[in-house]
C-alpha cells in the first residue's frame, strides 16, 4: 500500500500551516470528504452554506458547520464572504473553497480531480433557489 505523498512540504503548505497528513487524515471522515467533493465540484469552486446543506441532505445543519470549522482547522478549506450591500434577502454572502495548499495536496495525490466532480454535480437536479444561490457573485478568490 502506497503511502501519500505528505513531503516535502511546499513553501505555501508551510505557511499556510497544512500538515499533510492531518488534513488527508480529516478526510477519513465520509461527510467530510462528500464536503470536499461538494467544493471541488461547485460551477464557482465556492458553494455557500446554503447550497452545501442541498448537496449533503443527510448532513444536519449544526453538524455541517462542525464539518466545515475541522475542515478550516487543517487548513483544507477558507471561508470566504462578499460584501452584504446590494444583496437579495436570503442570499448567501459567506462561501467556502479550497485553500491552494490543498489543492496542491490533492493534485499530488490523484485525490478530488475537479473535472470528475463537476461532471457529477451538473448532473444534480436543482431547485430555483439553489440555481439562484449559484448564480450569486462570489467576491474574488483571495482577500
Known sequence: M???DAT???PAESSAGLDPIAALSALDDT???N????IV???KGAPSKKELE???PSIAASTLTDHLIRLEEVGLIEAIERDREGL???HPYRFFQLTDAARELFDRNNLFEPDAYRELFAEVEKTDEIEAA???ERPNRRN
Open 2 to 4: 502506497s503511502r501519500p
Open 8 to 10: 516535502p512540504l511546499t
Open 31 to 33: 461527510t467530510r470528504a
Open 35 to 38: 464536503i470536499i467533493g461538494t
Open 41 to 43: 465540484g461547485h460551477p
Open 54 to 56: 442541498y448537496y449533503n
Open 88 to 90: 437579495e434577502r436570503g
Open 134 to 136: 449559484e448564480e450569486v
